[in-house]
T-cell receptor, first 114, second 113 residues
Framework: GENVEQHPSTLSVQEGDSAVIKCTYS??????FPWYKQELGKRPQLIID?????GEKKDQRIAVTLNKTAKHFSLHITETQPEDSAVYFC?????????????FGQGTRLTINP | ETGVTQTPRHLVMGMTNKKSLKCEQH?????MYWYKQSAKKPLELMFV???????ENNSVPSRFSPECPNSSHLFLHLHTLQPEDSALYLC????????????FGPGTRLTVT
């Protein structure tokens, strides 16, 4: 089955700097790669996603890149702010009868230092 | 946020008890999911339902029994649990076409004593 590795497990950056989180996946059939943000005590929420027919996607300060050959995708956050502090999860997914089977990475705890 | 709701929010049960977790989505989605979140495995898929049919059972022990009576409701029936089953149980839903985004509920914090 699919396996997703996420690094680093913790990341601390100065406010205003950039943060990068990397993930690798094992199953070449995976075709959808979302990133979720989970603040303390709250539910995971989608922040950006990318499908396998696209190499890069950007939404304001957040961008995701996908290298299908290397089975590797990354989250980039620029101009970090204190409210970016949270746990971030990557996932790889394939469709299954009208649903999506998501396999998540272990998560990255991002801390933005003022 | 009221899109996906879960009850109860907290549950303490003994190893011999039987209890059920409930999830309800008000988004008109056709797929629903159960996840287990713990320190060991932060977000682990348990079950997937599409149009009320179970399409994935991710090697979950039989002491967890899901039920999806309609596309808006999902239950997780619990019996004879172990202390290591203590975790946050999250429900999610997604549409069957268009966006693949899964919307999560707030979770039920389960403690098995």
């Amino acid at each position: 089955g699919e396996n997703v590795e996420q690094h680093p497990s913790t990341l601390s950056v100065q406010e205003g700097d950039s943060a990068v989180i990397k993930c690798t996946y094992s199953d070449s059939a995976s075709n959808y790669f979302p990133w979720y943000k989970q603040e303390l005590g709250k539910r995971p929420q989608l922040i950006i996603d990318i499908r396998s027919n696209v190499g890069e996607k950007k939404d304001q300060r957040i961008a995701v890149t996908l290298n299908k050959t290397a089975k590797h995708f990354s989250l980039h956050i620029t101009e970090t702010q204190p409210e970016d502090s949270a746990v971030y999860f990557c996932a790889a997914s394939m469709g299954i009868q009208g649903a999506q089977k998501l396999v998540f990475g272990q998560g990255t705890r991002l801390t933005i230092n003022p | 946020e009221t899109g996906v709701t879960q009850t109860p929010r907290h549950l303490v049960m003994g190893m011999t008890n039987k209890k059920s977790l409930k999830c309800e989505q008000h988004l008109g989605h056709n797929a629903m999911y159960w996840y287990k979140q713990s320190a060991k495995k932060p977000l682990e898929l348990m079950f997937v339902y599409s149009l009320e049919e179970r399409v994935e059972n991710n090697s979950v022990p039989s002491r967890f029994s899901p039920e999806c009576p309609n596309s808006s409701h999902l239950f997780l029936h619990l019996h004879t649990l172990q202390p290591e089953d203590s975790a946050l149980y999250l429900c999610a839903s997604s549409p069957s076409r268009g966006t693949y985004e899964q919307y999560f509920g707030p979770g039920t914090r389960l403690t098995v004593t």
